[in-house]
């Protein structure tokens, strides 16, 4: 059971079922760092301001801008690998740790990234393309990482392109849903095509990976079955013809984005979930 603050008990649940999910008998920095996967807002004079306070900011900021605003932004965070990016939580939360027992384990280091934009009357961002490249270079500077835009229509997706590995060197990477699968022609519901989309991904990389969970804010998804088939296409292009997909079979599902988390620090690691926009998490 991963180590909570009452307040985060309810998140620490979800993460244990995910872990569960994956297979995964660890106590995960994702686990702990639930509380802070929300970008707080602030306004000065003409600007809102979003910061995160995060061990992924570039997440926690997708995050809010999907829940507060409405954009559909996917995040793919790199596999974090390097232990140097880790610290006791003693350092990280050192009133946490004496109030249990002077407890010690390791999470993910938190970093502070702002992005800011133009208060217009709606308080809605009017040229997101600039805003989530001003998200990407600042988290560039902050940490040893870097991302890339990919924009198509109103659909936005921020993936890492370098990471550090486990000796500390920062190196190019590929994206992991750049990645070419194959799924065979057969008729299966949409939760067993995206589990085979995870079989093969992990099968490439050797990290255990989780797609699609069965159940998205206690509405099930990929519960219908469908004929689909991918020769040697890209994991996200997969992916959006999966969620397309659930829309038409599903008069309830609001998916349209994804959030791809890794730690390759332990056990290596990457859930892909699912999200929708106006979600209630970053409310």
Known sequence: MCCMKDAQRRAGLVCAIRVFACGLLLCSALCFAQDSECASISRVGNEIILTANSWDPVVAIGQTLADKYGISVSVEAPNWDFPGDT?????????????????????????????????????????????????????????????????????YALVPTKTRNSAGVVQEVQPLLDRNI??????????????????????QTGLHISCCQTFVAGIPWGMAKVPFGANDK????????????????????????????CDGTGAPWCLIDLAGRFGAHCK
């Open 182 to 203: 194959t799924i065979p022609e057969g008729t299966r519901p949409l939760a067993e095509h995206a589990r085979l989309l995870a079989e093969q991904l992990s099968q």
């Open 234 to 261: 890209p994991a996200r292009e997969v992916l959006k013809a999966l969620m397309q997909l659930e829309h038409q079979t599903n008069m309830q599902s609001r998916f349209d984005h994804w959030v791809v988390r």
């Open 87 to 155: 610290e006791d939580v003693a350092a990280s939360d050192p009133e946490y740790s004496a109030t249990h027992n002077h407890i010690h384990y390791q999470v993910m280091k938190r970093h502070v990234v702002q992005v800011r934009f133009p208060a217009t009357p709606t308080l809605v961002p009017n040229d997101v393309p600039a805003l989530l490249r001003q998200l990407a270079a600042a988290t560039n500077k902050e940490i040893p990482y870097a991302y890339r835009l990919t924009a198509s229509g109103g659909e």
